[in-house]
């Protein structure tokens, strides 16, 4: 739902981006955006540009509102950047799921607010089965634990031959699909 809200924004905020360039005041202001640059990268080129031909600093209120339109573009990039590293530094100080992976690692995402798990992880917790829980099967090390837990539930007669048939697929496909899947920043060695 929200990621629908917010490709429904995106789409209206292009819209109107688009419906905006093609009014007088878009275009024009887009010209002047594009003069902008030119200046600036002629300027940047040519640093005795900055200055008249006797060498002194140009003052013309032209050349100012230029001067003035780069510094506040710099501090616009500055909150910018201030802004991102702050959420940065509270992303990684966000609580971290508490599953630890049959290898031994912990999970490295956010938990969700609330709970232990990250949000995969809980789902994974979600679906796990009454009858037979054969782990998450999201890595090698776990499917080989599940395929452990098969074997066990096969040996005490537990399940029926079809069950053991629908579950010998699974393992087919977890073991197909573990190969194309990341979780958090864990790399699978291929």
């Known amino acids: ?3 629908m809200q917010k490709e ?5 905020e ?5 419906n905006w360039l093609q009014t007088h005041q878009g275009k024009l202001c887009m010209e002047f955006y594009e003069k902008f640059q030119e200046y600036k990268k002629y300027l940047e080129t040519r640093p005795w540009a900055w200055k008249t031909e006797w060498g002194a600093p140009v003052e013309f209120t032209e050349h100012k509102l230029f001067e003035l339109g780069l510094r506040e573009i710099q501090r616009q990039k500055e909150e910018r950047e201030e802004r991102d590293r702050r959420n940065l530094q509270k992303a990684q100080l ?12 912990r999970c490295g995402c956010p938990r969700v607010k609330g709970a232990k798990l990250c949000y995969m992880h809980q789902r994974i917790e979600e679906a796990r089965a009454l009858k037979l829980d054969l782990g998450p099967m999201e ?3 776990s499917i080989q634990v599940g395929i452990k837990r098969l074997q066990k539930a096969i040996i005490d007669e537990t399940l029926s031959e079809k069950q053991i048939r629908q579950l010998t697929n699974l393992f087919h496909i977890a073991t197909w699909n573990v190969t194309r899947m990341r979780f958090a920043n864990r790399e699978v060695e291929e």
């Open 94 to 105: 966000a609580a971290r799921c508490e599953h630890v992976h049959d290898d031994g690692q």
């Open 14 to 18: 292009r819209k109107t981006r688009e």
């Open 139 to 141: 890595d090698p090390d």
């Open 1 to 3: 739902m929200i990621q």
């Open 8 to 12: 429904r924004r995106e789409e209206h």
